[in-house]
């Protein structure tokens, strides 16, 4: 630490880097990217490790899929609630840089089913960690206004990361095996350890100069206006203005101060509000769910789309540029969605999110319907692409929900929010894939992925609904 302080004295440079919020926004970026790419690396392999060389049947590709949602769960369980009970995010970003050095040696050794299997569940232990840090520190950081289109651009990594990892994946297996795809994960976790060392800085930190900044910048009359702020028992930060005073100090640039932020010496005194009290505000709940679903469906596609292509079309080569072909879509419309997401919710209110996410919902089943009654591979592609956007109409409203309600209702509880996100995510991944996987081995695809996915988008779509049907019989 010592010498971490003289090098920030000598290089002044590399402290105001440390201390930008955009820094803080650049590493989660970067970390969801390196997070997805180790995840798809073996996406579009699995069949070829697992069926050729290991002979194991192909429910087995559902089961890997549930070890990693598995540790995924635990991952963000061991990370949400000790992160705001202890307040920092730095040391458990650095444990999940560790973990995916941990999964990579252990992928690098791999011989045997039962080793792949703690490959997967160590990987998802790392990615339950990285990804409840990484939106929570940027919840940290940004204020209500911005959270919408700052997410959807951290998930633009985490897209063209699916973009190009299957087909890097396919590439380095067919050339060096499975230690040429092992020693890349090695290779990112050691990145990772590096940047945190060097330019990673405490989240709550930068936070509390943010705070200082836009405070002393604050007019008296903005000052007042603070104070008629949300009260964590409300269901509902939709009442929360957006507008506010722009920090325009160059360290801080593009900060607003949108939603009371904690400042020093008030995290200890800020509400602290248990997981399942979270889970029982209507905002926390219903982007959990839209969550669930969305991750339900990509998942259990990841699965069977590799199988569904070999048995039915013939293409068992045609697997990477499948899903870099999806990633593409993805990394496409990310930006677009986020940023129509807070114009819509800038406009009208809060409330939009959940008509977004209502879309969302019933427009998967339409995309599925075309995926699995598709006789070519020109027209699967169609829905897949279609399905881009609708489980971004699910997935970006709903992550940004987590950072608006805990800023606005000034709770101590940004990581624990976020690690209910990971959490649904993870327990998506573990739900359905396995039941996807056999029921293909019994039905084959078009049935099953109709039948899981519109059950699934059907009773989404119904929470959804919930909130503006009580907003319009409030005002009646």
Known sequence: MARLNWALERFPLLKRVRQSASTV???????LFIDTF????????????????MHVSQSSNGVI??????????GALASGMPSDRL????????IAAVLYIVAGTVFYFSQHYYQLLLFRLINGMASGVACSMLYTTVGDVYPADLLGFKVAIVYFCNNIAYTIGPICGQRLFELHGVRGTASIVIAFGIVEVVLLLTVGEESLTIRR???????????????????????????????????????????????????????????????RMPVWRLLTQLPVLVSTLSIFVATCIQCTLEA?????????????????????????ALTILVPLIGKANDRLIEK????????????????????????????????????????????????????????????????NAMAQSCSISVIAWAVGAIAMPPIGSALYASSGFTKPIIGLSASTCIVCAAACLIYPVRKLLGKQ
């Open 304 to 328: 069977l789309v590799p199988l569904h292509l070999s048995d039915y079309f013939n293409r068992s080569d045609s697997t990477g540029i499948t899903f870099v072909i999806f990633g593409l």
């Open 38 to 53: 180790i995840y798809s690396l073996t996406v579009a392999n699995l069949p070829d490790i697992l069926q050729s060389q």
């Open 65 to 74: 899929t549930t070890m990693f949602g598995i540790g995924g769960v635990i």
């Open 25 to 31: 926004w650049a590493i989660s970026s970067l970390f």
């Open 87 to 94: 307040g920092f995010r730095w040391p458990f970003q650095l």
């Open 348 to 411: 009208y209110g809060d409330h939009m999110r959940f008509h977004v996410m209502l879309f969302g919902s019933l427009a998967t089943i339409a995309a599925i319907l075309v995926m699995a009654l598709a006789n070519s591979y020109a027209l699967m592609m169609v829905g897949y692409v279609l399905l881009a956007l609708t489980n971004l109409c699910m997935y970006v409203p709903a992550q940004s929900a987590y950072g608006e309600l805990v800023n606005c209702t000034e709770t």
């Open 209 to 271: 100069s943010l705070s200082a900044c836009a405070k002393a910048t604050e007019s008296p009359a903005q000052k007042s206006s603070t104070i008629n702020t949300l009260s964590p028992q409300s269901s509902s930060a939709d009442d929360v203005s957006h507008k506010g005073a722009l920090v325009t100090d160059s360290a801080t640039k593009g900060f607003v101060h949108g939603c009371p932020s904690i400042s020093s010496g008030e995290e200890d005194s800020a509400v």
